[in-house]
């Protein structure tokens, strides 16, 4: 595979994945929107993230496959195999004449209770993401992370307070969702995570009992409970009739702590759907490919880190924007 100004490109097969241009065929590794874009004539990914792709780009013509299923294009054999990042996410796996080479997409290593773990899968050549490509990114156990919100959200509703927390309608919504301690009050979601929950409760996915924040709950109703919506609702007028509340951010971006105060909330919990720097190197190690591509985050960094470890390691440029600190992915709606 090549990196070129459409998107990763196999020759052989004449097939792109994850491209950021139109191309007439396109493997998606998963359906956040810098990897599953516009325009293209066919789409092919795991079959959870059909129903996200057919939502967030209408008319887009989907074709779902099986973890591991093997599919044949042009005597290129490719196959989906669990990157762990997010629900259905996928690494890619490409077969050619003995040779190996996966595109990761985004992954991250620690099982997160809700994504399909990720499958180490041995390669020559290994794409990755770089996201948290350097060794200030180390995130602690989520089980930790997951105790400490839930005593932050006790706190509040003792103080009388709401608990707003903001998270990618995505990925990390579900993740909070499923682990957050729901013996402490209700979940209400922002209309944008809702329709993402029910696109996974239509195929089976067991995504625990949540309540669609309208207009018709009071703020009175919310105070104990716990609000989740997307970091673009913080500003927004939907955000600010949320109080009495006290607002926290999930993101790998809060090992930076100016970052919290930049955004005017209380409290930073690092929690992040990518692998940090620990993950990235654990992962790339047990490949054991000798050859790796960077394509998104600390890409110069993290491949000279990587050279000086002995590997072919190359930088490339694409259009993937990794996590960011304001959501990006859903606008905001009344
Ligand atoms: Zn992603
Ligand atoms: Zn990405």
Known sequence: MT?????????????????????????????????????????????????????????????????????????????????????????????????????????????????????????????????????????????EVFSDINEWWKKNKEEGKISFITAYALGKAQRLIQNVDSKIGTIYTHGSIEIVNNLFRDQGINIPTTRHLTSEISQKQLIGNLVIAPSSALGSSWGKKIKPA????????????????????????????????????????????????VTHGYTEAFARHLSERGFKAYTATTEYTGEQLIENETPVEA
Not at 32 to 43: E, I, L, T, V
Not at 112 to 134: P, Q, W, Y
Not at 256 to 270: E, L, S, W, Y
């Open 3 to 143: 990196i070129t100004d459409k998107g990763i490109y196999c020759a052989e097969a004449n097939v792109y994945i994850d491209p950021w241009k139109p191309v007439d065929k396109a493997l998606i590794t998963h359906a956040h929107s810098d990897h599953a874009r516009w325009g293209h004539k066919q789409y092919i990914s795991q079959h959870s993230s059909v129903p996200i792709i057919r939502h967030r780009l209408k008319g887009a013509n989907v074709r779902g496959v099986k973890f591991g299923e093997k599919i044949n294009i042009n005597g290129v054999q490719f196959s989906f195999h669990p990157a762990g990042h997010i629900i259905g996410s996928a690494q890619i796996r490409v077969e050619h004449k003995g040779r190996v080479e996966v595109a990761s997409g985004d992954y991250k290593l620690e099982a997160d209770g809700i994504s399909e773990e990720i499958e180490i899968v041995k390669c020559h050549h290994f794409i990755t993401e770089s996201t948290f490509g350097l060794p200030i990114f180390r995130w602690r156990p989520q089980s």
């Open 246 to 293: 006290s607002i926290a951010i999930t993101s790998g971006w809060m090992t930076m702590r100016g970052n919290r105060r930049r955004r005017g909330a209380d409290r930073g919990f690092i929690l992040s759907d990518h692998a940090d720097w620990d993950g990235l190197n654990k992962v790339i190690d047990a490949t054991g490919a000798s050859e790796v591509t």
